[in-house]
């Protein structure tokens, strides 16, 4: 069966402070994946989506990027974190024939103080 | 032309009482899912909803996919306290990208 792994759960970083996320899948080839943001428990914005290996596409502009080095690996990066990138991010993945919606994460919690 | 305006907002029920909630957009869907977030956690697929008028169960849960296609219901019947969360309704877009609606928050009282 596929499994999605995000971590950490929880993150406390200093604004101006570096920031990587990791997600990964296993059970599946080539899915797509996703990051998303929720702030204040609301909404979820699409940051960024991978339809394989090293393409990526972002959503909104932002102090965040995301790269895909490997086919079910995930990773979303600052070099300089601001006091607006605090939020939960969510990593998801799907199996792109929009069949069923997507799976997610368990997310991580980022404060960044 | 392509936001899902889902409403309520929020809810406070008592118990063992039905629920409603819904979602609409100005444009034409083929697609309407919902989704169920518990506190920390990811949202989790609920019910897929892929014909125009399609009527889908899962458990207490009931959900409508509208004749118009611009349109879906989410009823909970006899609902539990393990109910609370909040629940969104997406659909998705080319590139198998998906859009949420800014939820419904559910509070259920014992």
């Known amino acids: 069966s596929q499994t999605i792994h995000q971590w950490p759960a929880t993150l406390v970083q200093p604004v101006g402070s570096p920031l990587s996320l990791e997600c990964t899948v296993e059970g599946t080839s080539n899915p797509n994946l996703y990051w998303y943001r929720q702030a204040a428990g609301r909404g979820l914005q699409l940051l960024f989506y991978?339809?394989?290996?090293?393409?990526i596409s972002s959503e909104v502009p932002q102090n965040l990027s995301a790269s895909r080095p490997q086919d079910r690996q995930f990773i979303l990066s600052s070099k300089k974190l601001l006091l607006s990138d605090s939020g939960f991010y969510l990593c998801?993945?799907?199996?792109?024939?929009?069949?069923?919606?997507?799976?997610f994460g368990s997310g991580t919690r980022l404060t960044v103080v | 032309g392509q936001q899902l305006n889902q409403s309520p907002q929020s809810m406070f029920i008592q118990e063992g009482e039905d629920v409603s909630m819904n979602c609409t957009s100005s444009s034409i869907f083929n697609t309407w899912l919902w989704y169920k977030q518990e506190p920390g956690e990811g949202p989790v697929l609920l019910i897929a909803l892929y014909k125009a008028g399609e009527l889908t169960s899962n458990g207490r849960l009931t959900a409508q996919f509208g004749i118009t296609r611009k349109d879906s219901f989410l009823n909970i019947s006899a609902s539990i306290p393990s109910d609370v969360g909040i629940y969104f309704c997406a659909r998705e877009t080319s590139g198998s990208r998906l859009t949420f609606g800014e939820g419904t928050q559910l509070t259920v009282n014992p």
């Open positions: 991978s339809v394989g290996i090293g393409q």
């Open positions: 998801a993945w799907s199996t792109g024939q929009g069949l069923g919606g997507y799976t």
